[in-house]
């Protein structure tokens, strides 16, 4: 018995071992080598997606690209998962991650987060005509929204009682149901609100916002110089129209007011 | 050995009945208008009017040779394009009728063409005009002839009006799907919503028989 516990105790020492220790990528590193690799997502367009010429594009490639320009090296794009994103950084396969990672309370407790550069954002969003500025005036209105979705919990929250929620299967329908004018108003993310916005240009509005969540830049924690270095450059590509410029290619809007005024405390503040 | 919890289900009972009363009146609706739709459907088909009958065949044609959601997606979302906005239930009872009333057409003229030529002509050699022949001679024994083809039909409609939960009309199917989304008691929620269609189709059927027995307990001719 005693053999069998000494055993398990060894193996699960040597597991232990075997995991990859968080190593901070310096910066003078990063220097060094002369490649900045970035950990991405390529399948969440329109943040990471791949190119039809196989090459990951998108919000995401784009920031990681102004990013090493900014530190005057060459980038290295590097396909990340959903759920092996952290990992990948964390064993130091990747620098950084510009990979659409949320700023989360459970997330800020493995990685550092930069200050906002993205961010996803449901809303009320409809005819220009209509005037809608808060939940009471939603009052007697219909409104399209994927059934169960968090708009669908959001609206469904504060919405008063005469209002319409017309709830459909999928995003396309409830697209559909605001574009041909059945109802005037939908509630959407920011992404699925920018491909409607590029459908019918001009037509449709935000009203107001359910819920925001920011997206930060993510290093492993302790690699302060870069982090600073990085926190740098996102102040500086928000203010010299860099991030304007990938936000309207890739969202069809400047960067929102809730991503620029962000701050890594405020995002970890609001999911408390 | 999976626990059942209808708690969610019962407790939002009201919505799941809600959903079926909207379903019946529905589904009573489209049956009253269809039958208007297939009969005179069945009219012109039979007349001798050569326009008017290929103008109803092509509607036949067109309609049972195209998948449902595919037509009440056209009159829900396509017709607004050219001016026309129907709310979710207009839409889905227009959508209803006009499809019942294609497969409708087709059943109430095989009743028309069941009725034996002689009997129309002893009906002329008597002296009736040609409303009364169509009344008493072609219409009701036709009717009889294909009643149960016919209320198959519409039990089978009232099935279908499930679709127009994809149009957010507020129906069974639909207070369903949202009551899963809020609980996730699928298997619960399902075999009741099951058990209420099961309970609509019964009733259904048993109007249809207490009105065959009120409608045709007339002697048969052969």
């Known amino acids: 018995m005693n053999i069998l516990k000494t055993l398990v105790a060894a193996a699960l020492a040597t597991a232990a071992l075997a995991v990859p220790q968080a190593q901070a990528s310096t910066l003078k590193q990063v220097e060094a080598h002369g490649v900045l690799k970035v950990g991405m997502l390529v399948d969440f367009p329109p943040f990471g997606l791949m190119s039809t010429a196989g090459k990951p594009e998108g919000y995401d490639a784009d920031t990681a690209k102004a990013l090493a320009k900014y530190m005057g090296v060459k980038v290295q794009l590097v396909p990340v998962t959903g759920p092996n994103r952290i990992p990948y950084l964390l064993s130091g396969q990747v620098d950084v991650l510009v990979a659409s990672l949320g700023i989360t309370p459970d997330r800020a407790k493995r990685v550092d987060f930069s200050r906002p550069y993205a961010g996803i954002e449901i809303m009320v969003y409809g005819k220009k005509s209509v005037k809608v500025t808060d939940a009471k005036d939603l009052a007697g209105k219909s409104l399209a929204v994927v059934r169960a979705s968090t708009q669908d919990q959001a609206v469904t929250k504060i919405a008063p009682k005469s209002t319409i929620i017309r709830r459909f299967d999928d995003d396309a329908a409830a697209v559909q149901a605001l574009m041909s004018g059945q109802t005037p108003l939908m509630g959407v993310s920011n992404v699925v609100a920018a491909q409607i916005n590029k459908a019918k240009p001009g037509e449709f509005n935000e009203k107001f916002a359910l819920a925001t969540q920011v997206q930060g830049i993510a290093v492993v924690p302790g690699s302060t110089k870069l982090l600073a270095k990085i926190n740098d450059f996102i102040a500086h590509a928000m203010k010299d129209g860099t991030m304007d410029k990938i936000s309207e290619k890739w969202l069809g809007t400047k960067i929102q007011p809730f991503v620029r005024n962000g701050s890594v405390k405020a995002a970890l503040a609001a999911k408390k | ?222």
């Open chain 2, 1 to 222: 050995m999976y626990h059942f919890n209808f708690t969610p289900v019962f407790d939002n009972f009201d919505l799941l009945l809600y959903g079926a009363w909207l379903t019946v009146r529905l589904s009573f609706a489209a049956m009253v208008l269809g039958l208007v739709v297939s009969v005179l459907g069945a009219v012109a088909r039979t007349s001798r009017f050569r326009g008017l009958h290929w103008i109803v065949g092509a509607y036949v044609e067109v309609i049972r040779n195209t998948p449902f959601l595919v037509q009440i997606f056209f009159l829900y979302f396509g017709l607004p394009a050219i001016g026309i906005s129907l709310g979710p239930n207009l839409a889905a009872l227009i959508a209803l009728v006009v499809n019942v009333g294609a497969y409708g057409t087709e059943i109430a003229r095989a009743g028309i063409e069941s009725v034996p030529r002689g009997q129309v002509e002893a009906g002329r050699a008597l002296g009736l005009g040609p409303l009364q022949i169509f009344r008493y001679i072609i219409f009701r024994p036709a009717l009889r002839n294909v009643y149960p083809a016919l209320t198959s039909q519409f039990i089978y409609l009232m099935l279908t009006s499930s679709v127009v939960s994809t149009i957010s009309a507020n129906d069974l199917a639909s207070a369903g799907a949202d009551l899963n989304a809020k609980t996730f008691a699928s298997f619960e929620i399902y075999l009741v919503v099951t058990a209420l269609y099961l309970a609509l189709s019964l009733l259904f059927s048993g109007l249809f028989r207490a009105l065959q027995g009120a409608l045709f307990n007339y002697p048969a001719s052969r």
